[in-house]
């Protein structure tokens, strides 16, 4: 088998390596597709590190090839199956109170989180659901992704009758976007790329507005929302203009989530008083927990949520330096490595 392991910044390479070993309570599969997200960037062009060599990947979809003999429930050769690799305990207090995506463990030593830039790879049976053959494994492989995306609509409560601002219209904000529109939620979308609008509008959002010119932006959103301004908003761009913006237009009694994570530590673009007097409910949302991902898989299965058209480029495993170089440009939405016939 194949792995991409990266063994300092910007320098990723393929080793061939022994088949995993699948213990008693695991479950071997066969990597259909990965996406590259954020973290596999930040990782790639060194703003982040967890170490090295480390094999990047977390949001894969596969089929299984064999189940070991400890491990209980459906799972059988052949199902396709999207992975969830994250580690939860289970019996910490965040795991206790449905919050596994905080599990007090999730980043300890020897908790895998990626490595699914492979050709297999052995997980336990609660890293994996099972999707139907008719979901294609391209698509599939945005499971993980669109988890979070629902997480952080939970976080705000957006719901029919509201408006959603959505601030940034990358991959995740209209991901964010797709969620929210099929949950019957108005959504208004902004980024200061043409381009992006344009994607986002023919996407459906009911609006898209250019928040450069920040009056001009002010005053479309106002005038959206009889000057009443959005019940809820998200932060899928880490600009922290994009935090400032969406609170220029925040109703009064509405709900923040910043969804993004930041390279540093940029301060909360407003003072205490107006959350006092407007009661705003400001919040974050990271990751996900078993439930969202269940739902973001059900969402797929169902065809509820159509993502083909976020697929920007399909990279062979091969080329996954050339595929990373591509997620970095910063001109396309997902891409993808897959990992079979390189
Ligand atoms: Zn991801
Ligand atoms: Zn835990």
Do not use: W
Not at 141 to 157: D, Q, T, W
Not at 228 to 236: L, Q
Not at 239 to 268: H, Q, R
């Amino acid at each position: 088998m194949k792995s991409a392991f990266l063994t300092e910044p910007r320098n990723i390479e393929i080793r061939e390596t022994g088949m995993p070993v699948v213990k008693a309570y695991e479950v071997l599969v066969r990597i259909a597709y990965c996406g590259i997200c954020t973290l596999e960037q930040r990782l790639y062009d060194g703003q982040r590190s967890i170490g090295y060599p480390i094999v990047p990947g977390h949001e894969a979809s596969g089929t299984v090839v064999s189940v070991g003999s400890e491990v209980i429930g459906p799972i059988k050769p052949g199902d396709h199956v999207v992975l969830d690799l994250v580690n939860r305990c289970h019996v910490c207090p965040a795991c206790l109170s449905g919050n596994s995506n905080l599990c007090e463990s999730r980043y300890a030593k020897g908790q895998q989180v990626l490595g699914a830039f492979s050709t297999y790879m052995a997980v336990k049976p609660q890293q994996i659901q099972v999707i139907p053959p008719s979901l294609p494994l391209e698509q599939a492989a945005f499971a993980e992704p669109l988890s979070c995306c629902i997480r952080s609509l939970r976080k705000v409560g957006a719901s029919l009758g509201q408006t959603l601002l959505i601030c940034g219209a990358g991959t995740m904000g209209l991901l964010h976007l797709k969620v929210a529109l099929a949950i019957g939620v108005r959504v208004i979308v902004s980024d200061i790329d043409g381009k992006r609008l344009e994607d986002a509008a023919r996407m459906g959002a009911d609006l898209v507005v250019n928040p450069s010119d920040i009056v001009a932006f002010r005053d479309s959103v106002r005038k959206a929302t009889d000057a009443r301004g959005v019940e809820c908003a998200i932060v899928t761009s880490c600009a922290p203009s994009a935090a400032s913006s969406a609170l220029e237009v925040l109703a009064p009694g509405g709900k923040l989530n910043i969804y993004t994570s930041y390279g540093d530590k940029p301060p909360l673009p407003v003072d205490m008083h107006t959350i006092h007097r407007n009661e705003y409910m400001i919040t974050g949302s990271e990751g996900r927990n078993e439930s969202d991902f269940f739902c973001a898989v059900r969402a797929l299965a169902y065809g509820k949520i159509v993502v083909d058209d976020l697929i920007s480029n399909i990279y062979p495993l091969d080329e996954v330096g050339a595929a990373l170089e591509k997620a970095l440009a910063g001109n396309v939405y997902r891409v993808l490595l897959e990992m079979q016939g390189t």
